[in-house]
Every structure is written in C-alpha cells, then in structure tokens.
C-alpha cells in the first residue's frame, strides 16, 4: 500500500516537473479522475456504482479551481487567462459526466454493445431459465408430480413468480427472490440473503 501511495506521489510530481510548461495538460491530467471509474464499472459490470448527484457535485466542485486559475486575470499565479482551456475542461469534464449517467440508466456496457463476445468478463444472468430439479429443490415443487409447491422471497416473505423470468431473480446457489426486493439488497450487501454467498454483479 506505501509503495503504491509513494510511487504515485513520486510519478505525479515528475509528470508536473516534465509538464510546466504546459500548464493546461496538467489541468487535464486533473481532471481524468472519472475516466477510471468509467474503465472500471464496464470491465467488471457494475451497476450504478456512484450516486448522480455525488458525480455531478464532485464535477462541479473540482471544477472550480482550474477555472480559476486559467480563467481570472488577477489570479494568484499569475497565468495569463486561457479562455480555450476552461472551455476544453467543462467539456472534457462534461463528457465523463455523461458517460458515467448514462452508465447509471442503461447500463455499464451500454459503449460496448458492438464489442464481441468473450472480450469482456461474462456477465451472470439473474433471469437465467431454471431447472426443474432447482426449483423442486429451492421449495417449489416438482411439476412432473403435479407438486404444486411454493418459493418465497426471504426479503418481503411473500411468493415469488418462479415461471416469471422478467419479475424474479436467481442467484447462483438458485435462491429465488423478487427483481426489486433483490435489487434493493443489493445496494447494501453483494451476498446472498438466504446462505450469505457472494453475490456477482447485476
């Protein structure tokens, strides 16, 4: 960890060393920190990992400086204003706030569509079509037998439409649960609420 925190300090000091007289790169490298956020959250799948009003409060806040720096003549360095760097920063800032909205509303691969199979770590698909076998297993019968049986969800304890892929969920030790009662504990816990096993990303 002191090593990691330690050479970061030591590669960021060089790139400014190397980067002073460029002033408005610096100021961009900045203001990149959403860039990996983004990376991230398509790479591993997950979904609205950070709150839309923490991203655009953080993006304006941030913002604040360099545009003072570059933008008020009577700043306390002393820069000359460089009205075309404050505009490439709101837009350049602006840029990875949408990608990151859209990221929360349609997804963290909504960019990827076109990229082929296998690229990307797989996804878990909590619709998955369930066996016969699990299902008789998990509570709800088994329909060769005419058992007509019953799965509950263990959040609201009310059934679970088992024959309904779009309105339950399963996760992979084949606990069945409501799509909004797991999607709400999920924002809390990434664990199973029946055995605690680790839950995959939505």
Known sequence: LYSRFYGGFLLGFLTMYW????????????????????????????????????????????????LYVFGCPTNFLRLKPQYGTCFMLVVWQALQVFGLLAQHLNGPRCFLRWMPEGILPEVYDYHRKVEDAALA??????????????????????????????????????HFFHKECLERWMEVKMECPTCRGVLPPL
């Not at 002033?23 to 591993?44: E, G, H, R």
């Not at 998990?138 to 892929?165: F, K, L």
Request: glycine share 8%.
């Open 19 to 66: 980067l002073q007289a460029r002033p408005w790169l610096i100021a961009l490298l900045t203001q990149t920190y959403w860039l990996p956020q983004i990376v991230w959250s398509a790479w591993s799948n997950a979904k609205k990992p950070l709150a839309p009003e923490y991203v655009v409060g953080t993006s304006l806040t941030r913002l604040l400086a360099p």
């Open 137 to 174: 297993a998990a509570g709800g019968g088994d329909p060769e037998r005419g058992e007509a049986g019953g799965v509950d969800c263990v959040i609201c304890m009310t059934p679970v439409r088992c024959d309904a892929p779009l309105e339950r969920m399963v996760t992979p030790c084949s």
